[in-house]
Nanobody
């Protein structure tokens, strides 16, 4: 059974940076971590969960328009870790951040990590 554990969140002032980490334990029921597209998602207090960034098995990346140029997703296939480097943070980036495969597997959602950006 796969579990994703997110960490690295916290409170930061606008313009600051955080680096989130997501560790996978266990193995995907169909394929290994290194062959899966992975992604970071977030859910703000007011909204639904939304896609932030994704990274393919070959490390090609894609970003939501609202984080383009500010966030960077990366992965370590040996350690089974996905990172999200967040720079130039804005108050509207305040949310709980989650990682999962892309498209997401419902039973793999973890607890997420809270990011709070103060103005």
């Amino acid at each position: 059974q796969v579990q994703f554990v997110e960490s690295g969140g916290g409170l930061v002032q606008a313009g600051g940076s955080l680096r989130l980490s997501c560790t996978q334990s266990g193995s995907a029921y169909r394929s290994a971590f290194h062959s899966n597209t992975m992604a970071w998602y977030r859910r703000s207090p007011e909204g639904q969960r939304e896609l932030v960034a994704r990274i393919l098995h070959n490390s090609n990346t894609g970003y939501a328009d609202f984080v383009q140029g500010r966030f960077a997703i990366s992965r370590d296939n040996v350690a089974k870790i996905v990172y999200l480097q967040m720079n130039s943070l804005k108050p509207e980036d305040t949310a709980v951040y989650y990682c999962n495969q892309y498209p997401p597997i419902r039973i793999f959602w973890g607890q997420g990590t809270q990011v709070n950006v103060s103005s």
